[in-house]
């Protein structure tokens, strides 16, 4: 199988601007997640999407936003970019299940001017 | 709240000498232990986790309740161990699933 694809893998832009991130997880994977990392925080998680819902979201601001779409492939909306917003955005997808391996994209690099 | 802590950033060892790379965690409920690896140029990638209690590349971790550990070992490191690697947990229980990283220890393999 492939693995999970995150476009684009590099992207800059300037503060106030708005991106859309993109992963496609792994078929079959139906439950999608959203980390930014960053040198100073480490990982971090923003969000998970199983079935186009988000079933858990963490402590960043409403500017990021995210949806998936019925073939589980996942968007993250990230608005007024601030400079801090720079970062590697990492998405992960997984099969439900307890015991079920989450296996990680190779990241999307947004720089923000 | 949920907390994971790698005190060392870095990491430095000889080949075939052992390594311990420490890991602690802070949760109310019971956790389930997992360390990611990233090699240069590649991207995360699981190594093990404390439920299925396998040993991978000739690494281990107990995971030590009492202690609130899960420590990373291996007892001859090797210079392909060179990499980036990070502690993380989740929350038990069903449904979402939420991982917490440590901020990670780079450890280096000196020939």
Same mark, same amino acid.
């Given at each position: 199988?492939?693995?999970? *694809?995150? #476009? @684009?893998?590099?992207? +800059?832009? *300037?503060?106030?601007?708005?991106? #859309? !991130?993109?992963?496609?997880? +792994?078929?079959?994977?139906?439950?999608?997640?959203?980390?930014?990392? #960053?040198?100073?925080?480490?990982?971090?998680?923003?969000?998970?999407?199983?079935?186009? #819902?988000?079933?858990?979201?963490?402590?960043? @601001?409403?500017?990021?936003?995210?949806?998936?779409?019925?073939?589980?492939?996942?968007?993250?909306?990230?608005?007024? !970019?601030?400079?801090?917003?720079?970062?590697?955005?990492?998405?992960?997808?997984?099969?439900?299940?307890?015991?079920?391996?989450?296996?990680?994209? @190779?990241? *999307?690099? !947004? *720089?923000? !001017? | 709240?949920?907390?994971?802590?790698?005190?060392? /950033?870095?990491?430095?060892?000889?080949?075939?000498?052992?390594?311990?790379? /420490?890991?602690?965690?802070?949760?109310?409920?019971?956790?389930?232990?997992?360390?990611?690896?990233?090699?240069?140029?590649?991207?995360?990638?699981?190594?093990?986790?404390? %439920?299925?209690?396998?040993? %991978? /590349?000739?690494?281990?971790?107990?995971?030590?309740?009492?202690?609130?550990?899960?420590?990373?070992?291996?007892?001859?490191?090797?210079?392909?161990?060179?990499?980036?690697?990070?502690?993380?947990?989740?929350?038990?229980?069903?449904?979402?699933?939420?991982?917490?990283?440590? /901020?990670?220890?780079?450890?280096?393999? %000196?020939?």
């Amino acid at each position: 199988k492939a693995g999970v *694809t995150q #476009t @684009p893998r590099y992207l +800059i832009k *300037t503060r106030g601007q708005q991106v #859309t !991130l993109s992963c496609s997880p +792994i078929s079959g994977h139906r439950s999608v997640s959203w980390y930014q990392q #960053t040198p100073g925080q480490g990982l971090q998680f923003l969000f998970e999407y199983f079935s186009e #819902t988000q079933r858990n979201k963490g402590n960043f @601001p409403g500017r990021f936003s995210g949806r998936q779409f019925s073939n589980s492939r996942s968007e993250m909306n990230v608005s007024t !970019l601030e400079l801090g917003d720079s970062a590697l955005y990492l998405c992960a997808s997984r099969e439900q299940g307890a015991d079920n391996e989450q296996f990680f994209g @190779p990241g *999307t690099r !947004l *720089t923000v !001017l | 709240a949920q907390r994971v802590t790698q005190p060392e /950033k870095l990491l430095s060892v000889f080949k075939g000498a052992p390594v311990e790379l /420490k890991c602690n965690y802070s949760y109310s409920g019971s956790p389930e232990l997992f360390w990611y690896v990233q090699y240069s140029r590649q991207r995360l990638q699981l190594l093990l986790r404390h %439920i299925s209690r396998e040993s %991978i /590349k000739g690494f281990t971790a107990d995971l030590n309740k009492g202690e609130t550990s899960f420590h990373l070992k291996k007892p001859f490191a090797q210079e392909e161990d060179s990499a980036m690697y990070y502690c993380a947990l989740s929350g038990s229980g069903a449904g979402s699933y939420q991982l917490t990283f440590g /901020k990670g220890t780079k450890l280096s393999v %000196i020939p």
